[in-house]
């Protein structure tokens, strides 16, 4: 007995020091303007299109949370977001690497316009689909401030990439695009894809904070 209560309290502590050691991770911003050669060559051209595994405008991602970033670096790591490109990018970074590439981001961002607290109001189609999928209870009411900084912010970003992301997650198994997320997988799977089309076009269309902010050699 004595030595199972041993073993156990040192698992607890094996784990309350790794969760500590993973919340002393702090991204730097300049520290990570150094680590982004990989990134500038699609996030940093101003309407720049993909075409693996299919052809949209990369996301903007100037702007958004380092949390997010930071997560969504980790889900590519992990092969739960499944695009070959951004594997291999992931798979190069370390955590410390992912923090201060997502701190350099976050805050590289210009002539930033304050977002309205209420959106512009969707058409009723949209908003009977907004209601049955019931996004503003993650991504917040304005698409633009989350209920945790996790989640990604929608507001404004490119349509044809929302709508790709979107169907992503219908297609979980697909080795070169789908996207491994219980919550996003049941939500999408409700829709068509004409419905997430309709989705995707709203919120691409409301004020955000979200930027693409030109790298000098590209301007």
């Known amino acids: ?14 784990c309350a020091t790794g969760l500590i ?7 730097d911003a300049k520290a990570g303007e150094g680590k982004i050669a990989m990134c500038i060559g699609c996030h940093g051209i101003v309407g720049y ?7 949209y405008r990369v996301p903007m991602i100037s702007g958004q949370s ?32 992912m923090a201060d590439v997502a701190a350099f981001y976050s805050t590289h961002t210009r002539d930033a316009k304050p977002v309205p607290d ?10 009977q689909l907004l209601q ?24 404004g970003q490119h349509k044809d990439y929302l709508y790709a992301a979107l169907r992503s997650y219908k297609t979980d198994t697909n080795p070169i695009g789908g996207r491994s997320n219980a919550i996003m997988a049941g939500m999408t799977k409700q829709f068509t894809n004409a ?3 309709a989705l995707a076009g ?13 790298e000098s050699r590209f301007r």
Request: with cysteine.
């Open 132 to 155: 049955k999928g019931a996004c503003v209870s993650c991504h917040g009411a304005n698409f633009s401030k989350t209920i945790d900084p996790s989640y990604p912010k929608l507001a």
């Open 1 to 14: 007995m004595k030595r199972t209560f041993t073993t156990i309290f040192g698992l607890a502590v094996a």
């Open 49 to 55: 299109q993909a075409t693996f595994p299919e052809v």
């Open 21 to 27: 050691q993973a919340q002393e991770i702090k991204g």
């Open 66 to 97: 380092a949390k997010y970033i930071v997560t969504a670096l980790t889900e590519y790591k992990k092969g739960e977001r499944k695009h070959p490109t951004m594997r291999g990018i992931a798979d190069s970074l370390s955590e410390q690497d």
């Open 202 to 214: 709203y919120i691409s269309s409301l004020p955000s904070d979200l930027q693409t902010v030109p």
């Open 195 to 197: 419905e997430l089309k």
């Open 118 to 127: 209420v959106p512009p109001e969707p058409n009723a189609q949209v908003a």
